[in-house]
């Protein structure tokens, strides 16, 4: 069955970027049914979306975040990426990465990765 | 946008039954959700699909003890017969006219 798999580095300092990647395996990557997000719980909190993407590279961001944040499709790779500029301690959080359906009735994740957890510090 | 409100804690009986709530801020009770259920250390999983009129299509292989029912800008999670893997956190997910994903705070479900 369809399987996500985050990766990137666990630690990242300060006013860097954090680059991460998930790899989608099992399954269609390129219907049109589907976005692909990215997902984020900080330490003890609850879920904080991110910003989804199509395999067209149709973007959505959260408002809150948008300055900061590009997400990017490789249809070849079967994979997409997350890039968060100027990070913080307050971004620190387990990140998900995470198949959303898109239909007239339902958007929502439904298929998620097992996270990654990044911590930014020097 | 719409706003997902959710109590921060509950707690039930193993065995027994429970039913977590979700409300939808005012102008928006005609949406529909989604519940995700994330157990201590794992990644979230989709439970089921609910809609305003209290149906609901549950996702692959989630037990017949989890059900959906609405009432108003309330939608609700039921679970039966609580087992201990049930001690979890559960979210609820929404989107807006933007396409943007919002999810409720989250209720911790403890089995006593």
């Known amino acids: 069955q369809l399987q996500l798999q985050e990766s990137g580095p666990g630690l990242v300092k300060p006013s860097e970027t954090l680059s991460l990647t998930c790899a989608v395996s099992?399954?269609?990557?390129?219907?049109?049914?589907?976005?692909w997000g990215w997902i984020r719980q900080p330490p003890g909190k609850g879920l904080e979306w991110i910003g989804s993407?199509?395999?067209?590279?149709?973007?959505y961001y959260n408002t809150s975040l948008k300055s900061r944040v590009t997400i990017s499709v490789d249809t070849f790779k079967n994979h997409f990426s997350l890039k968060l500029s100027s990070v913080t301690a307050a971004d620190t959080a387990l990140y998900y990465c995470?198949?959303?359906?898109?239909?007239?009735?339902?958007?929502?994740?439904?298929?998620w990765g097992q996270g990654t957890m990044v911590t930014v510090s020097s | 946008q719409p706003v997902l409100t959710q109590s921060s804690s509950a707690s039930a009986s193993l065995g027994s039954s429970v039913k977590l709530t979700c409300t939808l801020s005012?102008?928006?009770?005609?949406?529909?959700i989604a519940w995700h259920q994330q157990q201590p250390g794992k990644a979230p999983r989709y439970l089921m699909k609910?809609?305003?009129?209290?149906?609901?299509n549950k996702g692959s292989g989630v037990p017949d003890r989890f059900s959906g029912s609405s009432s108003g800008a309330d939608r609700y999670l039921s679970i039966s017969n609580l087992q201990s893997e049930d001690e979890a956190d559960y979210y609820c997910?929404?989107?807006?006219?933007?396409?943007?994903?919002?999810f409720g705070g989250g209720t911790k479900l403890t089995v006593l």
């Open positions: 995470a198949r959303r359906i898109d239909s007239s009735t339902l958007k929502a994740f439904d298929i």
């Open positions: 099992g399954g269609s990557f390129s219907s049109s049914n589907y976005f």
């Open positions: 993407i199509s395999y067209s590279g149709t973007t």
């Open positions: 005012s102008g928006h009770r005609s949406y529909i």
């Open positions: 609910l809609e305003g009129s209290g149906s609901y």
């Open positions: 997910e929404t989107w807006d006219s933007n396409n943007h994903a919002i």
